[in-house]
């Protein structure tokens, strides 16, 4: 805009000067009027220009300058028309420039300022209105978020209450009415006490306020009543609002709803997970919470109860015969006579396929025991009608135990009870038999785990667990041992020397040992594709499979199926099995080592150690019994064996590993003695699949084989 001010300013004075100079210059030539003329419409163009160029900048100065230059024109145009003797028409064209002259003294040197304040006020104005649009933009999206608020607030499914400071109830949503039956009207202004459904205590609420007081919200779950009176679960959220000024309370918001119907889910789920789905019973898990609080109130009113073991005789039979859905038949049918046999406030539960136990809540004597297990061997034992053309006939067998006069202990009364069952199967079935104290509890604990054990090969109860081999010196896992698990349904992961004897014994073994190998063999596939590169996955093997079953065509059929590489299997055998079954296990070991297969002797120095065996047998492994390393560096005896063993190893070009390995000083002596391998909890337990691959990939960041 100045610069409009400067140009304008400089064509005003160059356009006077050329005027006056034009004038004076030639007023005694020839064509002065014409002079005069061409003067006089230059000017009035001029002011023209100026006045449009007012016109668009509003410009005040600029209105002044066109005034001047117009009124200046006009004088000039009068004395073309004038002589010197007419003086009207000279006082006409002097008045004009006087006008122009004041028209120049306001508007440039007196109105200037006030020109250049009225273009900053124009400015300001301007910028003014720009601000307000602003302004009015955002209060009008203020206005769109306000409103949707309040829409969210209307139409959310869930109840929104909001009170005052003193817990007043100032606005409620639709759903609240939905919900609590309660219209706005109704409620505003009031307590939401009158919600309250009276099933939680004063304590209750003490505690959610302190809560709320102490972290600003609370959130859990809580009965409330309806307006008639319908008492149902929500969930409820309360909020604290404060202000920022002065830290005071002054709103609480609750949102709350109605779970009634994930409740019932609930309900429904837990049923499913506590009663057996096909006869309606309670299952073993609902059986020993309600064991347990029978146990304790019989305590406290020293009176005695029983658990009655039941398991069906000549079932699979029936099962076999007629198939599943005739057996599903059979035992929603002993359910049943269960149930009728016993009173209301007795349990009865499945277990197990066709096993079946029943708590006692409370009995006078163990007479009027007798007389329930006679009831119940006698409803067994009558015929099944209706379910096939003939009439199906089965027993059962039932073991009875005293609690809490013979335990007080969930598990072992039913154990007991489990073991007297056994007991009255073999003393001919359909019977009863109470458990006595005096009975063999090793024969009965083994008896109880080599019946589970069968019912574990057929459930696929058994799992593996692999502990790493290290080399010590590099840092990094060569090989794994393959070691057995059983997943007990009641006891739980229970370890190979709580039933690999038993499993021995009963010839178990050979079945189980199969999957062993078979699935070692599986996974140490799976981890080469998976790029854990262990040299060697090693199985422990037993007497019994040797001898009892064709272990070459087992290891054949193994690496057939799985595509396991033979050298990638290592076969772990004690001493004891070499020194008994020399011969035999000579060809043996012979066949199985022209597959690829390779041999550790487990347990070195434990038993009848020979050289003469190290010579014969195809070994490639000596493993340091866990014994010896136990007590080093401490006792000078295991020493002098470990050190022998590693030297003999060594002589031999055997590879030697030690078992047990816990302690940084276990480890520092075998490094010096350069034993081969470690193994043993310093490293790692054994552990599942997924975990030894964690493992193998931690170990190998770790010793720089990794990125």
Known sequence: MKKIYIINTVFLVFTLAVLVSIKYLYSYILFYNLIDIFTSSVGIVTSIIIYMNYKNSKDVVLFFIGSTILFLSLSQSLNIFSDATNSTTDFISETLKFIAFWFIFYGVILNSPHSFKFTKNNKDFKD??????????????????????????????????????????????????????????????????????????????????????????????????????????QWLSISMI???????????????????????????????????????????????????????????????????????????????????????????????????????????????????????????????????????????????????????????????????????????????????????????????????????????????????????????????????????????????????????????????????NIAEESELIIEIGKWVIFQACSQMVKWKKDNIFIEKISVNVSTIQFLKSDMVQTVKDVLEKTGCDPHDLELEITESVLIENKESMLKTLEALGSLGVEFAIDDFGTGYSSLSYLKQLPFHTIKIDRSFVAEIPYSQDDIAITKSVVALGKSFNYKVIAEGVETKEQLEFLKNLHCDLIQGFYYSKPMSAKDFANFYKELEVKSGNQK
Request: no cysteine.
């Open 242 to 500: 404060k202000s920022k000024e002065s830290g005071k309370v002054q709103h609480y918001i609750s949102n709350f709803s109605d779970i009634s119907i994930i409740k019932e889910s609930q309900d429904a789920l837990e049923y499913m997970a506590h009663h057996d789905g096909l006869t309606g019973l309670v299952n073993r898990v609902l059986l020993k919470s309600h064991l347990d609080n029978f146990v304790k109130t019989r305590k406290r009113d020293r009176n005695i109860g029983a658990v009655l073991y039941l398991d069906l005789d000549k079932f699979k039979f029936v099962n076999d015969t007629y198939g599943h859905a005739i057996g599903d038949e059979i035992l929603q049918s002993v359910a049943k006579r269960l149930t009728d046999s016993v009173r209301n406030s007795d349990i009865v539960a499945r277990v197990g396929g066709d096993e079946f136990i029943i708590i006692l809540s409370q009995a006078v004597s163990k007479e009027s025991i007798k007389y329930v297990a006679e009831k119940i061997v006698s409803a067994i034992s009558d015929s099944f009608e209706n379910i096939v053309d003939d009439p199906i006939y089965i027993g059962t067998s039932i073991g009875i135990a005293i609690f809490p006069e013979q335990s007080s202990n969930v598990d072992n009364i039913i154990k007991y009870a489990d073991i007297a069952m056994f007991e009255a199967k073999k003393r001919g079935r359909n019977g009863y038999q109470f458990y006595y104290p005096n009975m063999s509890k090793d024969l009965l604990e083994k008896t109880s785990i080599e019946r589970d054990l069968r019912s574990a090969v057929l459930s696929n109860e058994f799992i593996l667990h692999y502990q790493p081999q290290v080399d010590a010196e590099k840092s990094r896992v060569i090989s794994a041992e393959a070691l057995i698990r059983w997943k007990h349904p009641t006891i739980g992961l229970m370890p190979p020397i709580k039933f690999i």
């Open 128 to 233: 003014l209105e720009k601000d307000s649009q602003k302004n009015s933009d955002i209060i009008e999206k203020n206005n769109d978020i306000i409103e949707l608020y309040e829409k969210v607030f209307i139409n959310t499914s869930n109840a929104i209450v909001i009170t005052d400071n003193k817990n007043k109830i100032l606005k409620v949503n639709n759903a609240f009415t939905t919900i609590t039956e309660y219209q706005a009207d109704e409620v505003v202004g009031k307590d939401p006490q009158i919600l309250k459904s009276g099933r939680h205590s004063e304590e209750f609420y003490k505690k959610m306020w302190a809560s709320l007081y102490k972290f600003g919200y609370w959130n859990g779950e809580i009965w409330n009543k309806k307006k008639y009176g319908g008492i149902y679960p």
